[in-house]
């Protein structure tokens, strides 16, 4: 077996030289250095023993980000670009202070339980918890450091969750919408869970229909499954309505699939439907039109996440448990003003506008917090 003195010896440098390297501690090491070291290591096939380090440390380094996902899909949660953006930025930051991450979906509480036990894992990053879930107990109960993010806590304990403003986005995409001249607004989403993210937007949704005089009319409600056939499905199916002139989307994702499939029915965007979605992944730029959407940094809520979870593994005491990160609005292409649209239909000897847009859209992005 190759060990860490083998490379050092054969590089020409220290042990503690390659440890930086092997660690991410690149800082110390000169660019020259690191470049010889990491071929080393990659034609002899060095692999850190995480056993003989905890025996000699009492320490595996070890975090684990666990998903808890319930749909049928589980195996695929790694394909959503957000989760991906947020687990990225937990990787790099747990990598530069010489930790590792461990990623796994589990559905049991007892499963996570033998997991962590097996693992000698040190910490635990969860995204989306319920308070009325199994899993909830579980990991307060834990003694080690847990970190939340985007999950609706009445009782943390020592627990820390990065949340959002969600209510707030829902009601500045919504509002978007109605001054804009929409009125009958599509709200489509994953399931609805008491006690979500989700269910927060919706409050959002419907707080910016009240403050403007509008009702709430459930019908235009629709909880879709987070796949392209579904999302695309789910488009198709409101092409056949022609009750509502607004689609507010909670996910880009899903903002974009609906997209598709009203397009493909032969209703276009945003001549016939406007759609703002949610997330301001990158995908919402290479959509046709381009998305206008709520931003939400999901790299920054990444390295927030991990530098909680350094300071609670360093025992350091973290002063706010419940972090909220603010909200933008990015306007792009996807919405219509249909209150100038109409104005200008109605002048005589003017044609319509030959490419419907937002009255205030420019080609950068603009953004409203």
Same mark, same amino acid.
């Not at 509002?175 to 709200?187: C, P, S, T």
């Not at 493909?264 to 959407?293: C, E, H, K, Y």
């Given at each position: 077996?190759?060990?860490?003195?083998?490379?050092?010896?054969?590089?020409?440098?220290?042990?503690?030289?390659?440890?930086?390297?092997?660690?991410?501690?690149?800082?110390?090491?000169?660019?020259?250095?690191?470049?010889?070291?990491?071929?080393?290591?990659?034609?002899?096939?060095?692999?850190?023993?995480?056993?003989?380090?905890?025996?000699?440390?009492?320490?595996?380094?070890?975090?684990?980000?666990?998903?808890?996902?319930?749909?049928?899909?589980?195996?695929?949660?790694?394909?959503?670009?957000?989760?991906?953006?947020?687990?990225?930025?937990?990787?790099?930051?747990?990598? &530069? *202070? =010489?930790?590792? #991450?461990?990623? %796994?979906?589990?559905?049991?509480?007892?499963?996570?339980? /033998?997991? !962590?036990?097996?693992?000698?894992?040190?910490?635990?990053?969860?995204?989306?918890?319920?308070?009325?879930?199994?899993?909830?107990?579980?990991?307060?109960?834990?003694?080690?450091?847990?970190?939340?993010?985007?999950?609706?806590?009445?009782?943390?304990?020592?627990?820390?969750?990065?949340?959002?403003?969600?209510?707030?986005?829902?009601?500045?995409?919504?509002?978007?919408?109605?001054?804009?001249?929409?009125?009958?607004?599509?709200?489509?989403?994953?399931?609805?869970?008491?006690?979500?993210?989700?269910?927060?937007?919706?409050?959002?949704?419907?707080?910016?229909?009240?403050?403007?005089?509008?009702?709430?009319?459930?019908?235009?409600?629709?909880?879709?499954?987070?796949?392209?056939?579904?999302?695309? &499905? *789910? =488009?198709?199916? #409101?092409?056949? %309505?022609?009750?509502?002139?607004?689609?507010?989307?909670? /996910?880009? !994702?899903?903002?974009?699939?609906?997209?598709?499939?009203?397009?493909?029915?032969?209703?276009?965007?945003?001549?016939?439907?406007?759609?703002?979605?949610?997330?301001?992944?990158?995908?919402?730029?290479?959509?046709?039109?381009?998305?206008?959407?709520?931003?939400?940094?999901?790299?920054?809520?990444?390295?927030?996440?991990?530098?909680?979870?350094?300071?609670?593994?360093?025992?350091?005491?973290?002063?706010?448990?419940?972090?909220?990160?603010?909200?933008?609005?990015?306007?792009?292409?996807?919405?219509?003003?249909?209150?100038?649209?109409?104005?200008?239909?109605?002048?005589?000897?003017?044609?319509?506008?030959?490419?419907?847009?937002?009255?205030?859209?420019?080609?950068?992005?603009?953004?409203?917090?």
């Amino acid at each position: 077996m190759v060990t860490i003195e083998d490379i050092a010896r054969e590089a020409g440098v220290s042990t503690t030289t390659v440890s930086n390297v092997i660690h991410g501690r690149t800082n110390k090491v000169s660019a020259n250095t690191v470049d010889i070291i990491t071929e080393i290591i990659r034609e002899r096939g060095y692999v850190p023993n995480l056993s003989a380090r905890a025996i000699k440390t009492r320490s595996t380094k070890v975090v684990a980000l666990i998903n808890h996902l319930e749909s049928r899909d589980q195996e695929k949660f790694m394909s959503d670009p957000f989760f991906m953006d947020l687990t990225s930025a937990v990787e790099k930051s747990l990598r &530069e *202070q =010489g930790y590792f #991450l461990m990623i %796994r979906a589990i559905s049991e509480s007892d499963e996570l339980l /033998a997991f !962590l036990r097996n693992w000698n894992v040190e910490g635990v990053f969860m995204p989306g918890l319920f308070e009325s879930e199994p899993f909830y107990h579980t990991l307060r109960n834990l003694d080690m450091p847990v970190v939340l993010t985007d999950s609706y806590i009445s009782d943390l304990g020592n627990m820390v969750n990065i949340g959002l403003a969600d209510f707030e986005g829902a009601r500045l995409a919504t509002q978007h919408l109605i001054e804009n001249g929409h009125k009958r607004i599509v709200f489509a989403s994953p399931a609805i869970k008491v006690g979500g993210v989700v269910e927060q937007r919706l409050l959002g949704y419907k707080s910016a229909l009240e403050a403007n005089g509008l009702p709430f009319d459930p019908s235009l409600v629709y909880e879709c499954e987070f796949s392209t056939t579904k999302m695309m &499905e *789910q =488009g198709a199916q #409101l092409a056949k %309505r022609d009750d509502f002139t607004a689609v507010f989307a909670t /996910a880009d !994702l899903l903002a974009a699939g609906i997209m598709s499939g009203l397009q493909q029915a032969g209703r276009m965007v945003p001549r016939d439907i406007s759609i703002v979605g949610f997330d301001d992944i990158n995908w919402s730029r290479m959509t046709m039109p381009m998305l206008t959407t709520v931003r939400q940094e999901a790299m920054k809520k990444g390295r927030m996440a991990a530098e909680c979870m350094l300071r609670l593994l360093a025992g350091e005491l973290v002063d706010v448990h419940n972090r909220i990160l603010p909200v933008q609005l990015i306007c792009r292409d996807s919405v219509r003003n249909i209150v100038s649209a109409n104005i200008a239909s109605k002048r005589p000897g003017q044609a319509k506008p030959s490419r419907p847009f937002v009255s205030f859209h420019q080609k950068a992005d603009r953004k409203y917090v």
